[in-house]
């Protein structure tokens, strides 16, 4: 089955990275529209009270799952870049990718908003925790 794929044409390729690149991004685009809709709740101040601690619990689950989704994904597309770049380097993608080594993978700045989104809602509901009723 490995060798199935590993010698997949360009064509199957350039579908599957399609395909990949495009869940990365509406799966980046949910969490970040929930975790905008989540601080938005936060900062208002008309919702009943004590549902502050629920809402931080119930975002930093989603985003801790959804750090695991967007960590697979990336993981995926990157495995088809790669292959892309080593099987295939007549594509464009290979010439420029090789030629912008000084830059990482757009892809890996994309985590970061995502992951630092995580760490802040992780913390703010430790410290909700750890405030007095």
């Not at 770049?85 to 290979?94: D, L, N, R, V, W």
Request: aromatic residues 14%.
């Amino acid at each position: 089955m490995e060798k199935q794929y590993s010698e997949a044409d360009l064509e199957d390729l350039q579908r599957e990275r399609e395909h990949l690149e495009r869940l990365f991004a509406d799966r980046i685009n949910f969490y970040l529209v929930f975790a905008a809709g989540v601080l938005a709740f936060l900062f208002d101040e008309h919702h009943p009270k004590g549902l502050e601690r629920a809402a931080l619990g119930a975002v930093t689950a989603v985003s801790i799952l959804m750090g695991f989704a967007l960590w697979r994904t990336f993981r995926l597309v990157m495995c088809v870049l790669r292959e892309i770049i080593a099987k295939h380097g007549e594509t464009p993608y290979a010439f420029y990718s090789k030629r912008a080594t000084r830059l990482p993978n757009a892809n890996k700045f994309l985590l970061v908003l995502p992951a630092a989104l995580m760490i802040f809602f992780f913390y703010a509901f430790i410290v909700s925790l750890l405030a007095p009723s």
